[in-house]
């Protein structure tokens, strides 16, 4: 996929995971890049990290800036910097967002409160920063939110993140009306269980996804990152307002991991 060498990317929560496999994919297939994640010295070495592997292509790729993704001020700082650094933006993937187990009973408020400011209120306003800057561009551009499988079927102790998932490909269905007439896609991918850094630290994970999905593995953040770079990418540029689920095959069956 090389046809991203003059597009300019905002990917957030992207130090490590699925964030930093789509950034940094984007980086190798010509894109310049602003790498955001929270903690600044993990964003510093996240974007070192594809700078390196990109130098072929030009000094200054990737740049990292880190903040809050869920403050509004940030935000229009984040875009900024972008237009400062690479004159343009085409490309936001709202990837950033947080996930905190617990039982619908017990829920407390300050939870909810920032599971609701990250995915829903960060991802809201990145957007409308994002679109904002396409708009005055006139070149249109692409927009990705990050949704889950929970937004589609139950999990145990996700009531809170599930709605926030689920309310993320509503807004990208609904923002077709917005956006269409300016040339800007905007969809969501919805993984499902993902190797990552975090999860990988549950020796359970692997063994338990791999038998309840029924390809007989979880995804690699490859298989996330194949799906997002197609839909920011032309060949899907009349893809819009949709929902790609990358999971397996899980929820056709949506068996709870239980050990």
């Known amino acids: 996929m090389n046809h991203f060498h003059d597009q300019t990317a905002i990917v957030t929560g992207a130090g490590q995971g699925i964030g ?43 740049l990292p800036v880190s903040g809050d993704a869920s403050d509004v001020v940030f935000i229009q700082q984040l875009v900024d910097k972008a237009v400062e650094a690479f004159g343009k933006l085409t490309i936001t993937i709202a990837n950033a967002g947080i996930t905190i187990f617990g039982d619908f009973l017990d829920y407390s408020p300050e939870h909810l409160q920032k599971v609701l400011d990250l995915n829903l209120r960060g991802s809201f306003f990145l957007t409308q920063a994002s679109v904002r800057q396409m708009r005055a561009h006139g ?19 996700l009531a809170a993140y599930s709605m926030t998932k689920a309310a993320l490909e509503m807004l990208a269905k609904n923002l077709v ?30 063994p338990i996804w791999s038998r309840i999905t029924p390809m007989g593995r979880p995804a690699t953040v490859d298989d996330i990152t194949n799906a997002a770079l197609f839909l920011v990418s032309p060949a899907s540029r009349h893809i819009t307002g949709q929902s790609l689920v990358v999971d397996g095959g899980w929820t056709s069956v949506s068996p709870p991991p239980v050990e």
């Open 139 to 157: 070149q249109g551009g692409s927009i990705l939110l990050m949704s889950s499988v929970v937004g589609h079927q139950a999990h145990p102790g």
């Open 177 to 206: 009306l917005d956006l269409s007439p300016l040339g800007i896609t905007i969809n969501a991918v919805a993984p499902g269980a993902t190797q990552t850094e975090r999860t990988l630290n549950d020796p359970t994970y692997i």
């Open 20 to 62: 930093f496999a789509i950034a940094r994919a984007l980086a190798k297939a010509g894109a310049t890049v602003v790498l955001n994640d929270l903690d600044a010295e993990l964003t510093q070495q996240a974007a070192d990290r594809i700078q390196a592997e990109v130098a072929g292509l030009g000094p200054n790729r990737c």
